[in-house]
């Protein structure tokens, strides 16, 4: 799955992110991507699991 996070700027951001889905997911596989402001997401949690994973750590998302 993935999502797009428009607030995403830096190497901090994509850590904080990383760190909440691992948290959610130990087994996570999650590839940030700066230039299009993404999130790629390999999980067996759900979407919407995710996604209040990225907004725990501080940042708004959306399916992409």
């Given at each position: 799955m993935k999502f797009?996070?428009?607030?995403?700027?830096?190497g901090h951001c994509t850590a904080a992110i990383t760190r909440e889905i691992l948290a959610l997911d130990p087994a996570a596989q999650v590839t940030p991507d700066l230039t299009a402001q993404t999130v790629a997401v390999?999980?067996?949690q759900t979407g919407s699991a995710v996604a209040k994973a990225i907004e725990a750590a501080g940042y708004s998302t959306n399916p992409v």
């Open positions: 797009h996070v428009p607030d995403m700027s830096c390999e999980t067996r």
